[in-house]
């Protein structure tokens, strides 16, 4: 799921940046990186930007700066919802463990 479709209240763990060139580099140096939590705080009444929180700090982005960042949703125990790791599908390591 794209983080773009996260609502505001819910968390998820960053699995993919996507992008090219300028946008992928300007979204990395902003913190967001595979397994990292993101928060969704608010979004603006239209829907763009949504506030997200990570690392410790805010942060605005655009809808469509969202949409480039795959995330995996966490349930109410804070973790992702899949229990088994996004690279094989069996095992129990990798970001969910």
Known sequence: MNLSLL???KTGVIT????????????LDMGLTPKTV??????APLGDPIELSLRGYELTIRLSDAEQ???EECGPDGLPEQKTCSCCNKCSGGINS
């Open 16 to 27: 993919k940046i996507g992008g090219e060139g300028a946008l992928r580099r300007h979204l």
């Open 69 to 71: 960042i795959e995330i």
């Open 7 to 9: 609502k505001p209240g």
């Open 38 to 43: 993101v928060y969704v705080r608010k979004t």
